[in-house]
């Protein structure tokens, strides 16, 4: 190999390594975080799935689509991240701590902040709070924050208790307490019973335009404890379908005795990294997911790991012999 060869070698390894280097950086950064778009398909998403599209590895609103594309899970306190590229005009919304509604007005009955084009000569005549990262009808985000059309702008919204900080291409265009905007009623004019909610789904609200999304993920920052769900509750909800049970504690205990229809997953093998495609596989999505253990300390851990990956899912305080006693069916 000669002096040429070889310096184009090492030149192309000392790039790679820089690169991995810089991936290890933005992986770290991103701790806690979990992504929900796998670039393929609409996995994870439910509510109006016509008005959306999966193109080039992104999420699309299509032109002409209608209607609130929502996460399957619900959150609480969150940072939200993500890319959109705006098209001419166009006009969208970020919807949070939403209803499960595929159709209706979640700027209203969730919490609405803008996405759109506010550069459009048709939007002139803008309000305040419609311009581009506002909370819709509530506060005004601070203009020119958004790159030229055609251009990927990051975007990063953080919701911890009546707060929403909003930050767009490094710039923060909201830093609000929904209470103290609206204590003197809301800007619109208009009663947002969402506001109220401290929970929900976070949603994309289309409005016919075409919007391109990718890297969307969400980090939790809801601080777990045991459900207040009663036990006789919880029995309704996995008798209706609408949850499962789930034992973290160790195969040597499930033999012993577990409930009849639980699901068994140990948290120490939870703990070491479960795939979403292979979790997935063992708990569904759409449903609630209850997690206990012999006295719930290992319930909390487990529902702590499973809330980073998006699953609805509260811990129980009770231990399995107390689900035995109060009436919960003992496998044979």
Known sequence: MNRLTLGFVLGLMAAWSG????????????????????????????GSLAGYAVEDGHLVCVAGGKGNLL????????????????????????GIRCPKVAEGNLHLDGIELQILDDTAEKYKTLKPYQYHGSVYG????????????????QQ??????RRVTIVVNGKTIVDADLDE??????????????????????????????VDFRNIRIKSLAELTHTTDSLDVVKQRLA???????DVRELAEWDEAHVDGAVSLPNSKLQKG??????????????????????????????E?????????????????????????KAK
């Open 19 to 46: 690169d991995l280097l810089a991936q290890d950086k933005a992986v770290a950064a991103e701790e806690g975080f979990v992504s929900l778009f796998d670039g393929k398909s609409l996995a994870g998403w439910t």
């Open 274 to 303: 479960i795939d979403a495609k292979t979790l997935l596989g063992i708990i569904p999505k759409d449903k609630i997911v209850y997690t206990h253990c012999r006295a719930g300390r290992r319930a909390l851990a487990a529902a």
């Open 240 to 246: 209706k379908k609408e949850a499962v049970l789930l």
């Open 305 to 329: 790991e499973l809330s980073k990956q998006g699953y609805d899912v509260r811990a129980l305080k009770p231990g399995i012999q107390e689900l035995l006693d109060a009436g919960f069916p």
């Open 156 to 161: 990063e919204v953080t919701a911890k208790g």
């Open 181 to 210: 905007a609206t204590k003197a009623g809301t800007l619109d004019g208009t009663v947002h019973p969402g506001l109220s909610r401290a929970k929900g789904h976070v949603a994309f609200l289309a409005h016919g335009d075409r």
């Open 71 to 94: 996460t399957e899970a619900e959150y609480s306190d969150f940072i939200f991240k993500f890319e959109f590229k705006l098209t001419d005009g166009a006009n969208n919304g970020l």
């Open 138 to 153: 509530i506060v005004p985000a601070k203009v020119g924050s958004l790159k030229p059309l055609g251009e990927w702008n």
